[in-house]
C-alpha cells in the first residue's frame, strides 16, 4: 500500500512540474502559488485518507471520482476518459468499428437495444428494438462493472452468443461481429421532380464528403433547390461543418471564429474549396436537438443568407472542446474557447460559470440578448441557439414532451404497439390514430408517469420552509388544492401538446416496421416540416422574401 501511494503521490508533482515549466508559466504565473498550494493540499489530503481510512479504499475509483466532481463544476462538455471513453470518441469520430451494429442504452441491469442497423449483425440474427440483453458471451450484464456495451464489440467474425428477454420471454441469439460503418448522411433523395432531400445525422469524419456526394447526385438527377436535414444532430468535428457550409459558399468565405483565453486558440476558420453551387435555394431544417456543428452550418448560411432556416430554435451550443492526451491512455476533452458566426454571434444559450442557487447553469434571457446583422442587414440575435427565419410551433418541444421522452415512455409505448399490431403491410399509409393517442395517455398513467413542474418545486419549498416556521397547518389545504390543480393541468398539457407527441409516436413506431431508412421515405410524405419547407421553396418570390 505504501509503494502505491508513493506513486500516487508522484503524480501530482510531476503535474506541478509540468505546469511550471510550461509556456503558460510567462502568462499565468500569478495563478500559480495558489495551483501549486492546492495541489500539494490535495496530494497530503490523498495520502492520507488512503492511509488511515478506517475501510480498505480504492485509489483509483476515490481519484476517478475526485477528477470528475471536479469538471462537473465547470461545463457538461470538459470530461475525463479512460481508455474505453478514448475508443468511443474515435468511433464517435471516424464512424467506424468492429461491434454487432446497434444503438443501445446502458441500464443499470442491461443493454437495450435502441435501434438494430438494417443489414448489420444484430438485425441478422433477430434482434429488435426493445431488446433487454442480459448476458453476452456467458457474462451477466448486471454483473459487470465496466462499460456492459464494450462486451458487444469484438474482433471481425468473432461470434458473440447472446441472452434478451423480449416481451417478458427470454430467448439466445448468436450475433457475428462485422466492422461497421456508420453514415454521416443516411439518406438523400429527391422528394420531387425539383427538389433534393438530405439528411445529415452527424459531423463524423465523413459529414462533408458524403454531402458533397449527396447534392452533386441530386443535382445530376434534376434537383433544382435542397432540403438539408439537420434535425436532431447533435455536431461533431468543426473543420466538417466548415466544409458543408463551403459546398453552399464561395472559397475564402468566413466561416466561423473561435475566441480563447490561450491566443493559439484563436482562429478564423474560411472556406478553401471551389463550391458544388453557391445559387441553388436552401432550406435548413433544425430543431431544439440540433446542436455545436450543426448550429455552426445553419448559423453560418443563415447570416450569410445563403438559406432559409425552418424549424424550432436549435439547442444554444456555443462552445468549443479539444482533446489533450494524458498519462495512460487517457484524455481530458476540455472546452478551450467560444465560437462565433460570421455576424459576430456566439448561440451559446446556457452560462455554466454562473449558475443559480441549486447549480444549474443559468439560461441566457431573452431580454439579454444582442442584435446581429446578417449580410443583407437582417436581424439575428445570440444567446438562444439559432432561430429560425420560419418558426414551426409543432417542432417545439415543451417541458412535458422532454419529460416524457427523458422518462422513456415513446420508446417504450413504440414497444408495445409493434407487437400488438403485426399486420401493418404499407407503412407509408399507415397514421397514428386518436385512438392510439387514447391509448397512449393510458399507457402513461398505467405507468404511474410522474412529472414534476417548476411551480410544484416552488410549492413543495415553501410548504417546507411554512413547516420550519410552524405555518404549514395554515396553508396545507391550500396547498393540496393547489396541487390537485396542477395534477389537472399536467394531464391537459399531454393534450395541449398532442401534434408534437403524436409526430413523436409515429417515428419511434416507423421505425419498429422500416427502420430508418423508411423512416426518411415516410417523412417525405408525411412530416410538416419537410410539406412547409417544399412549400416555401416552390415559390421563389416567398423563398427569397425570408432573405432580404
Known sequence: ??????????????????????????????????????????????????????????????????????????????????????????????GDYTGVGAQVRILKDKLLIVEPYKGYPADKAGLKAGDEIIEIDGQVVSDYKDDAGNLLKGIPNSEAQITYVRQGKTANTTVKRSEIEINAVPHFSLINETTGYIVLGKFNEKASQQTGYALKDLKAQGAKNIILDLRGNPGGLLREAVNIVNLFVPKNQLVVTTKSKVKKYNRTYYTKKDPIDTEIPVIVLINGSSASASEIVSGTLQDLDRAVIVGSRSFGKGLVQRPKKLTYGTQLKVTISRYYTPSGRCIQALDYWNKDEKGNAIRVKQKDYNVFKTKNGRKVFDGGGVFPDEALDYSKNSAITKAILSNQSVFDYATKYYYEHQNIKDINNWEFTNSDFNDFKNFLKASNFSFETDTEKSLNKALEIAKSENLDDDIKRDYNTLIQNLGQAKLKAVDDNKSQLMSLLSDEIIKRYVYREGLYEYYKLHNKEIKKATEILANPIKYNSYLN
Open 1 to 94: 500500500m505504501k509503494k502505491l501511494l508513493k506513486q500516487k503521490v508522484l503524480i501530482p508533482v510531476l503535474a506541478l512540474t509540468i505546469l511550471l515549466t510550461g509556456s503558460a508559466f510567462k502568462s499565468y504565473n500569478s495563478d500559480f502559488f495558489e495551483i501549486a498550494k492546492q495541489i500539494e493540499i490535495f496530494t497530503t489530503l490523498f495520502k492520507e485518507l488512503n492511509m488511515n481510512y478506517v475501510d480498505e479504499t480504492n485509489p483509483g475509483e476515490l481519484m476517478d471520482n475526485a477528477i470528475k466532481n471536479m469538471l462537473n463544476e465547470l461545463d457538461p462538455y470538459t470530461k475525463f476518459y479512460n481508455e474505453q471513453d478514448v475508443e468511443a470518441a474515435r468511433i464517435k469520430r471516424t
